[in-house]
């Protein structure tokens, strides 16, 4: 037997955790049930014992994942909130994103952070307007996607029509992988294509997925029997699906180019198991990612492997008191490489300073417990008070950067007037702390005045305006500002940035990352000001570490 040397063996360690990964995060339109369906990935993976209903605001059970006072009074999900879990021996990182389209840049920002996804669809609405924007982020990065077509149990769509708007908006073939017998009251069942078995359905949250009568394809006279009508209408429809179907391609479903779909009905734990193994059957493990490498003050592209031996990650989501009674603030990091071991020393690499968090945690949404090591895929929490932002690449030591994290010029601004002004300071603390944590943008007018807000739906402001009184003991009120739109602006020289920021004094304004901006008052500003400024670049995106130019020292 040759002998191993612990470096080899290392690699080999790493390289089988990386392999029982999965990370993956669940996108869909308001209502389609995507919190519910979290609740009972969580549940059949033991990870809970009782799974909570969003539904029941007035209950002292609420859904795991929605932890944010507002989030139970409206039984919505604003923020985006991290699981993990332990299922046939796979380590699930499961990242439940906000559906309101007002928050949808906590949602692209966590997509950067996964590895696949889970789009939820209403079996009666289909593919709705938030889900296309999701799906377009998806599309943009080959983000391979699960779907998953809920609500079966109510009067919904004919499932072709499903399948076939689906393929419509995603741009790509679906491949059955459930398929419905009948709906609404009707419903019998789902036919496993995997198994060739017909899942009985039976209404009830409270049963699981092992109570379901299963029966075998096979037995094909019973099966008539027992659902006649519904049986031979679902054996036509699914003939046709499956004819006019490519046969499941793994390799084209991790390249982004054919989705499978599962039909059932989350609330009733229906159809959810064969969700959850197909997570672990058929999405990929973590996967390489892109970073940027300084030699020689040049960037140079660099491949990070999940089983490089260095550790890094980066920051994809700050969230700040998490825990009212610490005022903590929780940087969360999705590791891209190496092992994290506690007492590592590790670096910012933008600020080139070490990171010493006062704890590292993994998450059951806001129930937490000390990581003894985390590898590639793994999503972990730096407990700190401050030095760490959106988009921030951690490491034990190599000199790179993570690129692709994205922040959207907004289209909505209000201004803060304090109630109360013995509070400055305390509404300071919260505006930034807010601002670095993506809860909003907060604009420092460069000219001195009111702070201005900046968010891509209104219910932003009132979930901030929610947090300040909560949290920082601030009350505030917002008034309409003259501002309707801000653009990054960077420059080909200093001296001709300068020049610009001299002619527009009033416009300019640092956000939360000290990036400068030009604030407009009407849609044809940037149009003159870049008539006047041919050598100013103007940015309706900032990505992390972009626009160097456009920075304050």
């Known amino acids: 037997m040759i002998p191993c040397s612990s470096e080899s063996l290392n690699m080999t360690t790493a390289l089988e955790e990386v392999r029982r990964r999965r990370t993956f995060a669940i996108i869909s339109h308001p209502d389609a049930g995507k919190t519910t369906l979290t609740e009972k990935l969580l549940l059949f993976s033991g990870a809970i014992q009782i799974a909570g209903s969003v539904k029941a605001r007035k209950a002292s059970r609420h859904a795991t994942s929605d932890w944010m006072e507002i989030e139970k009074q409206r039984g919505i999900s604003v923020a985006s909130s991290v699981m993990q879990m332990l299922y046939r021996e796979h380590v699930i990182n499961l990242l439940d994103t906000p559906g309101h389209k007002d928050f949808s840049e906590d949602t692209y920002r966590v997509l950067t952070a996964v590895d696949s996804a889970l789009m939820v669809i209403d079996a009666a609405n289909g593919v709705e307007a938030q889900t296309r924007r999701l799906i377009e982020v998806c599309r943009q990065r080959d983000t391979p996607i699960i779907t998953f077509v ?44 995997r198994t060739q078995a017909m899942t009985v359905f039976e209404s009830g949250s409270e049963r699981l997925p092992q109570d379901f009568e ?84 040049q960037l140079v592209e660099k491949t990070i492997q999940p089983e490089d031996p260095g550790f890094a990650g980066v920051v994809f989501k700050v969230q700040a008191n998490m825990d009212a009674n610490h005022r903590d603030r929780i940087a969360f990091v999705r590791v891209a490489s190496g092992k994290y071991l506690p007492g590592m020393k590790l670096k910012v690499q933008r600020s080139s300073k070490e990171l010493r968090p006062t704890s590292v945690v993994t998450f ?94 209104q219910l932003q402001f009132e979930v901030v305006q929610h947090r300040l009184k909560a949290e920082y003991d601030c009350d505030v009120r917002l008034e309409n500002s003259q501002f309707t739109g801000a653009r990054w602006i960077t420059a080909d020289t200093p001296a001709e940035l300068n020049t ?14 000290h990036t400068l901006a030009y604030l407009c008052t009407s849609p044809y500003d940037v149009r003159l000001a870049q008539e006047r400024f041919p050598k100013i670049h103007f940015h309706p995106l900032r990505e992390h570490a972009g626009l160097a130019l456009g920075s304050a020292g």
């Not at 689906?166 to 036919?191: A, D, N, Y």
């Not at 779909?261 to 989350?266: D, E, K, P, W």
Request: hydrophobic letters at 40%; aromatic letters at 8%.
């Open 214 to 297: 299963t029966v075998p394809l096979s037995d094909q006279a019973k099966l008539s029997e027992r659902f006649g009508m519904e049986w031979a209408s679902a054996m036509d429809s699914m003939e046709l699906a499956t004819g006019a179907s490519p046969a499941f391609d793994r390799e084209a479903f991790l390249a982004g180019k054919q989705t499978p779909v599962f039909f059932g009905s989350g609330v009733n734990n229906f159809g959810v198991m064969e969700v959850l193994d197909a997570l672990v059957d058929l999405a990929p493990s973590p996967q390489p990612r892109q970073s940027s490498l300084q030699v020689n003050k």
């Open 364 to 457: 059951l949404s806001q129930r937490r417990e000390a990581v003894d090591e985390a590898f590639a895929g793994d999503i972990i929490g730096f407990t700190t008070h401050g030095g760490v932002q959106l988009g921030d690449t951690i490491t034990d030591g190599a000199n790179l950067q993570f690129t692709g994290l994205p922040f959207f010029a907004p289209e909505l601004f209000m201004t803060v007037v304090l109630k109360n002004p013995l509070r400055t300071k305390q509404l300071q603390t919260g505006l930034e702390q807010l601002g670095e944590e993506g809860a909003i943008q907060v604009f420092k007018p460069e000219m001195g005045g009111a702070m201005l807000l900046g968010a891509v739906g």
């Open 500 to 513: 610009f920021v001299n002619a527009y004094p009033q416009r300019m304004a640092l956000d939360a990352a």
């Open 150 to 193: 809920n609500k079966m149990d109510r009067e919904v769509r004919d499932p072709l029509d499903i399948l076939d708007e689906v393929e419509r908006e995603l741009g790509m073939p679906c491949v059955p992988m459930t398929w419905p017998v009948g709906q609404g009251k009707s419903f019998g069942g789902i036919v496993n294509l």
